[in-house]
């Protein structure tokens, strides 16, 4: 999924962003902290559909700071799918 987003380079670090809120990166610096994030994707056969990275805040609020859908799945509702189940999970686990 890597792919849908140009990268995002830090100033000051020179990493990329995206790849730190994906694999969960540890930092000293609150703004460059990314624990506490959740990947949700679809996946068809072995091929990722549609991605989202999450983090909850909470019983009443979440961030979804990055949602990806594979270009040749674009315009199909696929995001749509993808936070309907979603909201499923965090139903279930919040009642």
Known sequence: MH??????????????????????????????DFRGFYIMALQKDDEFVCAATLRIHGHKVAEMPLVATAFKYRGQGMCQVLIHELEKVIFLNIA
């Open 3 to 32: 792919e849908c987003f140009e990268p995002i380079i830090e100033h000051h670090t020179k990493r990329d962003l995206i790849a730190d809120i994906v694999y969960n990166s540890v930092s000293k610096f609150k703004r460059l």
